[in-house]
């Protein structure tokens, strides 16, 4: 099981518990970066991932900066 670095909760990641499926998170959409603390992935949970997905579909973009 791994630990959700923004909100603590348990979930099941499959590259983490080494089994030969693609993770859960391979059918989302790639919104972010996986945060990397110490050399290690620090992946989020399934609702915390969802949550910020939907957070980006309805908060306007922000233009980019040169």
Known sequence: MSLCSLCGA??????ADGLPEP??????PPVVAVPVAGGEA?????ACLKRHIESQKSSPETPARD
């Open 23 to 28: 993770c859960w998170c391979i059918a989302m």
């Open 10 to 15: 348990e979930f099941g990641c499959a590259m």
């Open 42 to 46: 620090r992946c989020w949970c399934p």
